[in-house]
Every structure is written in structure tokens, then in C-alpha cells.
């Protein structure tokens, strides 16, 4: 903003006008609320000489009536029975009943006696399956044709609902009851779910369109 040249005498008149004006208004607020103004600024009540500890003490005399009276209650409510919800309360015994491997139907007391068991046992159920005896026997086999590495490789091409009850870790989520899906363990190798499954499952993604998808002059793809 430039710097008013107070010499003008069309600022000087611009001046005038505005503190007038100014004054006016002031003049006008103190007419209205001077006198709150000044009822305000003067103490009008007695003063008693109260300090900071006296009110402290006021405040806590007022609450002491409701701590009797909660102290009161809280000792007639201690002596009655508690209200039950219901006759049987439910313990993990009764979760379990309609809840396990055998009676969803994953597992079978015949091929897995570990499941055998009754009401009363209040242990998880196993989370592996059994493993067949030829299996375990490669481990104590010699190498090079058995031990620890054949075994692992054996277990490797078995499917994950084969080894354990339920998918255990994240990774046995992308194979879990792989046989129930349309795609299978491994997808038809032409049409388009074969080029759906390789774009999306793939590690980079989507490809961009091939050069000869796209129109000589340089403009859009021709592929949606």
C-alpha cells in the first residue's frame, strides 16, 4: 500500500472524517456499557478472607456425604448372592462337545487314535495328521537315496489338507483344498484363465501391451 501523502488535502479531509467517525463510535460503546464496565472493575461483595485451603475444604466436606452414602450401599450389596444368567454356566467341556475334528467331520478316530477321546478331556485336538509309517521310514534309511532330505521332499509333493487338520500358516492358504477349485493345482495352459493367472500371480504384475499392439502413428493401444 503506497504511503498517503498527508499534505492532500483530499487525505487530510479522509482523515478527519475517519477519526470523527471513530470517536463517535467509541463514545458510543461507553454510553452503552459503561457503567457493567465499571460495575465489573469494583468489588461490590464482602470480603471473608477465604484462601486457597479453605474452599479445598468446602469441596471435600460436600463430597464426604456421598462417600457414607456409597459406603453404605456398597456394604448391604456385598451380602447378597449374586444373580446367575443361568442354571449351567458353559465351561471349555461344553465348548468343545459339536466343536471338534471328528464331530466336523476333518478327522476319523479310526485312522487317527488320537481322537479317541472322551468328554471329559479337556486337551486341543492334534493339529498334524498322522504320518504314514512308509514316510517316516525313509529317515532312517542311508543316504544318498534316503534320510532327513527324502523325507522333506516326499512331504513337499503331499497337498496341505493331507498333512494338518486346518491351514496353519499363511502360505497353506494358497493351496488349501486346491483340489475343490475349478482351476485345479495348476490352471489350463491356454485361453484366457491361463492369461489371467500368469498377469496377476505373477511376481511383476500385469505386462505391458507387445509393440505390434499398438497403431504405427504412436497412438492408443488397440488392446482394452
Not at 470523527?20 to 461490590?44: I, P
Not at 467331520?105 to 486337551?123: C, I, Q, S, V, Y
Request: charged residues 30%; glycine residues 8%.
Amino acid at each position: 500500500m503506497p504511503i498517503l501523502d498527508i499534505t492532500n488535502p483530499e487525505i487530510i479531509k479522509f482523515l478527519v472524517e475517519s477519526y470523527d467517525k471513530t470517536a463517535r463510535l467509541r463514545m458510543k460503546w461507553n454510553n452503552l456499557y459503561g457503567d457493567k464496565l465499571r460495575q465489573a472493575a469494583t468489588l461490590q461483595r464482602e470480603e471473608k478472607g477465604y484462601c486457597e485451603a479453605d474452599v479445598l475444604e468446602a469441596a471435600m466436606r460436600v463430597g464426604m456425604a456421598t462417600v457414607t452414602r456409597d459406603t453404605i450401599a456398597g456394604r448391604r450389596y456385598k451380602r447378597l448372592v449374586p444373580i446367575r444368567d443361568g442354571v449351567h454356566i458353559t465351561n471349555l467341556s461344553d465348548m468343545k462337545k459339536g466343536h471338534s475334528v471328528v464331530d466336523i467331520g476333518l478327522g476319523d478316530a479310526k485312522t487317527d487314535p488320537r481322537l479317541a477321546r472322551p468328554d471329559t478331556d479337556e486337551t486341543i485336538d492334534p493339529i498334524m495328521r498322522p504320518v504314514d509309517p512308509q514316510q517316516t521310514a525313509i529317515i532312517y534309511k542311508g543316504i544318498p537315496g534316503y534320510g532327513r532330505e527324502a523325507y522333506l521332499r516326499s512331504r513337499n509333493k503331499m497337498s496341505p489338507e493331507s498333512k494338518y487338520y486346518f491351514n496353519e500358516t499363511t502360505a497353506s492358504d494358497y493351496g488349501w483344498r486346491l483340489g475343490d477349485s475349478f482351476l485345479g493345482k495348476s490352471g489350463p495352459k491356454y485361453g484366457r484363465v491361463w492369461r489371467l493367472n500368469r498377469d496377476v500371480k505373477s511376481r511383476t504384475g500385469p505386462y505391458p501391451d507387445p509393440l505390434h499392439y499398438k497403431n504405427p502413428d504412436g497412438g492408443p493401444s488397440l488392446r482394452v
